[in-house]
Structure formats: structure tokens, C-alpha cells
């Protein structure tokens, strides 16, 4: 590695710590989102003021090349699935497939309750109308990540879908042709050549094509992207519906003397390989299993194709090894992290895995490496980053629907509870509330 051939590490053995000196002393990189949004915010304004022309304007700008049109041609879709490496469209097919096995057996079901005789309560599930799903264009190019938004989104109903993804240069300003073949093999045929904030403004406020052509707004943006992308969601916001603000991607590995060092080394680097920002994270009970890995991890670093990326990555302070005293002091470590990805590689793993509060997704055992997640598990790889796993859950079909509450009382049952109604209205000072319920039976007052 660049700064040092092994993980920095933290030792809690022997110590109690409280759940927030936990959170204080492990390691966590992240960004500041707050810090960039005085220069997104110019971009939104613009893009909302001049629409398309202000979007490509940036894109020129940054991408450096601007397309025709913001919407890629139906034939360009066609073309790039045609020329697709058999063995991606091979993959991509079985990756669509499990995703889809996994977020169709997700989808709700309306519930009525009879709360008493003639009054009613149904929870209807409503899918959200038009969504827009980010695909990032940075460091790599991510097909997965069109499959991770756009399944769940079509078992949950949506009708309307727009893939967004930054015009490549390389591609006359298309997307990256694999992005196309995706979105093609889903059934996606709305695909805009635009990336970064200006994509997000755009999908939030709509506009015109340079060909004449409508750009409508959405009402929700899901996916991930890097800090400016993240910012941009941040302030339109209530515009739109997002579905996170994601960070760098993280992973941490609960291990015990059991693991492969071999193993867990390359699942590190797997991460790591994302993004000079991303965390690896070993908690182990294991000296000697932290040292095979750090030396694992100097061999691999040899064989790898962006070993000065990774490099940094491991070496920053986001990433590191926690020595803990026990599985159970284990458990408390990750569950004070809660990672985006969670794997548990210790004597009987699936006990283990089912003691775990706080995790984005747990992979179980030697044989379920993040990897597999990200792409064929059938499980999905949008998930909540910087400790959000304690409170939010990754991208599911649960994301783009919305429960709305059918009320539905006959009169002797309003009545019967109207006396209740009015009487907590005056509790609370509101008593026009209890009059709405009383004219109802009563002659309004002189």
C-alpha cells in the first residue's frame, strides 16, 4: 500500500465501551455533504431556470462532450444490446432474473381492518408514478446498478421509469453502451445522456429536449452517486422523493480464528476497489487471523488491477482491523457501525448472522462474499451507507410505494365514538374539530 503494508487497528479487548465511544473510536471516513452545497445549488438553480440546455451546458462542461439530446435514441438502445458480450448479456440475464425472483415476493398486499361494526380502516399500497433511477458513470461502469433500481421499481408498479447516466465521450456522448444493453434487457426505452447534479436537477424539475421532445419531471430519484450527486438529492428534496443520500461503500467482516485470511483479504480489496473513499472493516477475535490478513492483503495488492486505488482505500481512516475479546463484543462493534455490507465468517456464521440488529445486507458463511450480492445473490446492492443501517434499509419494492389509509365509517359508527373525538379535540384546544364531529348529529348552535 502506498502510506503502510497493514491495516491501522484498533484494540478494544479487554475494554467496555458504550455505545457512543463505540461510534466515536471506529473507524469512519465519509464526506460532508454540507460542504459542497454552495456549489450544487447554482447547478440545480440553472438547470430548474434553462432545463435541458443548462443540463448539457454541465455536462460539456464536466463529461466533456455534449449529445444531440438529452434522450438517447430508441435505436442506440437496440444496437448496444446487439453488441453485447454474450457472456455479460449471459450474466446480466441471471443477475435480472434472481432480483426479480427475490423483489416480486416482496410486493404488498391492501389490508382492511374492521376497527367496529361500520368502520373500516384499508391500507392501500399505491406505486409512485414516475421515478427516476441515477446509474453513476465514475471510476467503473455499473449495468448492476440499472438491474438493482429498475427491478424493484417495476414489481412495485411503477409506470413510468427514466435510466439517467452521464454522456461518455469515448461513446459520442452516449452512455456507456453496457448501461444501454441493460436498460434495453429490462425494458427500460427512456434513457437520458446526463450525469452528476445536473441529472438529478433535471429529473426534479423537467423540461424541453433539444429536438422539441418533453422531459418530464419524476417524483422520486433513487441511486447512488458520488458527493455532488448526493447534494443535488439533498436540495431538491421535497421536489422529488429520494431514497438516501449514499456514501462511500462500505464493508466490514466479523471473523473469528475459523476464517480464511486468504478470504477475507480479498473481500476487503473487493470493496475497497470502488473508490479511494471506501471502508474495509475487520472485527476480529483473532491476532493471528489479523495478521494473516494483513499479510494476505500485501500479496493480493501485487495482482490487482487498481492496487494504487485500493491502496489508498485500506489505508485510509475509514478502514481498518478491531481486535474485540469475544464474538458477543463482536456483535456490538458492527451492530454500533451498522455497515452497508455485513459478513459474518465465524464458527456456526448463520447463529451469528441472526443475532445482527444493524446491516444493510449480512452475507452468511466462506460462501457468501459482498460480491455475490452485487450482482447475482438476488438480493439488493443499494443500500444504506454511514451507519444509516440503524435506521433505514436498502432499495426494495417497499421504496416506490406508498400506503395511504382508506377511512371508510357508517353513521352509528362515527357516532359512537364522537363524544371520544370531541373530547380529545378540546384537550388539545382545537374544538372546531369536535364541531366537524358533532354537526354531524346536532343542530349548530345560535
Not at 417495476?154 to 452516449?174: D, Y
Request: hydrophobic residues 40%; negative net charge; charged residues 20%.
Amino acid at each position: 500500500m502506498t502510506a503502510r503494508t497493514e491495516l491501522r487497528r484498533v484494540d478494544l479487548r479487554g475494554s467496555s465501551p458504550s455505545t457512543a465511544e463505540l461510534r466515536a473510536v471506529l473507524p469512519r471516513g465519509g464526506v460532508d455533504v454540507n460542504s459542497v452545497l454552495h456549489l450544487v445549488q447554482p447547478t440545480v438553480d440553472d438547470v430548474r431556470d434553462r432545463g435541458a440546455d443548462a443540463a448539457l451546458d454541465f455536462g460539456e462542461k464536466f463529461d466533456k462532450v455534449r449529445p444531440d439530446t438529452v434522450r438517447v435514441p430508441q435505436d442506440e438502445l437496440v444496437k448496444a444490446l446487439d453488441n453485447l458480450d454474450p457472456d455479460v448479456r449471459e450474466a446480466l440475464g441471471v443477475a435480472i432474473e434472481r432480483t426479480r425472483t427475490v423483489h416480486n415476493d416482496q410486493r404488498r398486499t391492501d389490508s382492511v381492518t374492521e376497527v367496529v361494526p361500520g368502520g373500516t380502516v384499508t391500507e392501500k399500497w399505491i406505486p409512485v408514478d414516475r421515478v427516476g433511477l441515477y446509474v453513476p458513470g465514475g471510476n467503473a461502469v455499473y449495468p448492476s446498478s440499472v438491474v438493482m433500481n429498475v427491478v424493484p421499481a417495476q414489481a412495485a408498479g411503477v409506470a413510468s421509469l427514466v435510466v439517467t447516466s452521464p454522456p461518455q465521450a469515448e461513446f459520442g456522448g452516449l452512455p456507456h453502451p453496457t448501461i444501454l444493453a441493460a436498460a434495453q434487457m429490462l425494458g427500460v426505452d427512456e434513457v437520458w445522456a446526463v450525469g452528476g447534479a445536473q441529472a438529478v436537477a433535471l429529473l426534479a424539475y423537467g423540461g424541453t429536449d433539444t429536438d422539441g421532445a418533453p422531459l418530464d419531471p419524476v417524483d422520486m430519484v433513487t441511486g447512488p452517486g458520488n458527493i455532488y450527486v448526493t447534494a443535488a438529492k439533498r436540495i431538491c428534496r421535497g421536489v422529488v422523493g429520494i431514497d438516501s443520500e449514499a456514501g462511500p461503500t462500505e464493508i466490514a467482516i466479523l471473523a473469528d480464528h475459523t476464517a480464511d485470511p486468504v478470504h477475507v483479504a480479498a473481500d476487503l480489496i473487493s470493496q475497497a476497489e470502488h473508490d479511494v473513499l471506501a471502508a474495509s472493516v475487520l472485527v476480529t477475535t483473532s491476532t493471528d487471523l489479523a495478521d494473516a490478513v494483513d499479510a494476505a492483503v500485501v500479496d493480493q495488492l501485487q495482482i490487482t488491477k487498481h492496487s494504487e486505488r485500493v491502496a489508498t482505500a485500506l489505508s485510509g481512516e475509514q478502514s481498518g482491523i478491531v481486535l474485540v475479546s469475544s464474538v458477543d463484543d463482536g456483535l456490538r462493534v458492527v451492530d454500533a457501525y451498522a455497515a452497508e455490507h455485513l459478513e459474518i465468517q465465524t464458527e456456526d456464521a448463520s447463529a451469528v448472522a441472526h443475532r445482527v440488529r444493524s446491516a444493510g445486507a449480512i452475507f452468511v458463511g466462506p460462501w457468501a462474499p459482498v460480491s455475490l450480492g452485487d450482482y447475482c445473490a438476488g438480493s439488493n446492492h443499494v443500500l444504506p451507507t454511514a451507519g444509516c443501517a440503524r435506521h433505514s434499509s436498502g432499495l426494495s419494492v417497499q421504496t416506490f410505494l406508498r400506503g395511504i389509509h382508506v377511512i371508510d365509517y357508517s353513521r352509528d359508527a362515527l357516532e359512537d365514538v364522537s363524544r371520544h373525538v370531541i373530547s380529545l379535540a378540546n384537550a388539545e384546544d382545537l374544538p372546531a374539530h369536535g364541531e366537524a364531529v358533532r354537526v354531524r348529529f346536532e343542530s349548530l348552535r345560535p
